[in-house]
């Protein structure tokens, strides 16, 4: 089945820098997307494509793809990045379009 | 602004069914895909359907097939969710997102509409 595997949850000090991975097959064929979700609030885009933040989203979050694995970076993480990230690709089964998500990554900040 | 509004969720019994609606508004309704993605309390995010700008094509996560139908009304700009014999596990925040097909993400979010299926 497809699938997507994250790291259940991260730290990262203040200030510092940290990397979330998402892998999967499907990673291989389409970009990753990733998505912000506070709690209690609704997922937010954040990084879309090869390495596209949409407007608003500070420029301290990048992306970066390989292979079947891809990555959010949070350069100077801030306190407000404290949050739910997912990654998420179109892949297909049966010779149609699905979407599949990864299981999330809790990110604390220090 | 461009915006995502759901609604529709509420208590219902196992068996029975629940529509959801989600009314588009800031941007041109027909150009556009839509998905609906569930979170069951305390997990991750899950597809569960994708209707095309068209709505040419509809696919379905592999639990809801045969049982969920997505569908859109162009005249109102509203997507719609048609869930018929629910199950407990279908208990979630059902979210409707835009379909951005430049890059096949989500782009645009709803705040979500909660439905529980308990007896």
């Known amino acids: 089945s497809s699938e997507l595997t994250q790291d259940p949850a991260l730290s990262v000090a203040l200030g510092q820098t940290v990397r979330i991975t998402c892998q999967g097959d499907?990673?291989?064929?389409?970009?990753a997307n990733w998505y912000q979700q506070k709690p209690g609030q609704a997922p937010v885009l954040v990084i879309s494509g090869e390495n596209n933040r949409p407007s608003g989203i500070p420029d301290r979050f990048s992306g970066s793809n390989s292979g079947n694995t891809a990555s959010l970076t949070i350069t100077g993480a801030q306190a407000e990045d404290e949050a739910d990230y997912y990654c998420n690709s179109r892949d297909s089964s049966e010779n149609h379009p699905i979407w599949v998500f990864g299981g999330g990554t809790k990110l604390t900040v220090l | 602004q461009v915006q995502l509004v759901e609604s529709g969720g509420g208590v219902v019994q196992p068996g029975r069914s629940l529509r959801l609606s989600c009314a588009a508004s800031g941007f041109t309704f027909s150009t556009y895909g839509l998905h609906w993605v569930r979170q069951a309390p305390g997990k991750g995010l899950e597809w569960v359907a994708v209707?095309?700008?068209?709505?040419?094509?509809?696919y379905y996560e592999d639990s809801v097939k045969g049982r969920f139908t997505i569908s859109r009304d162009t005249s109102k700009n509203t997507l719609h969710l048609q869930m018929n014999s629910l199950r407990a596990e279908d208990t979630a925040v059902y979210y409707c997102a835009r379909l951005n097909s430049d890059f096949n993400g989500m782009d645009v979010w709803g705040h979500g509409t909660t439905v529980t299926v308990s007896s």
């Open positions: 499907s990673l291989r064929s389409y970009y």
């Open positions: 209707l095309w700008y068209d709505g040419s094509h509809k």
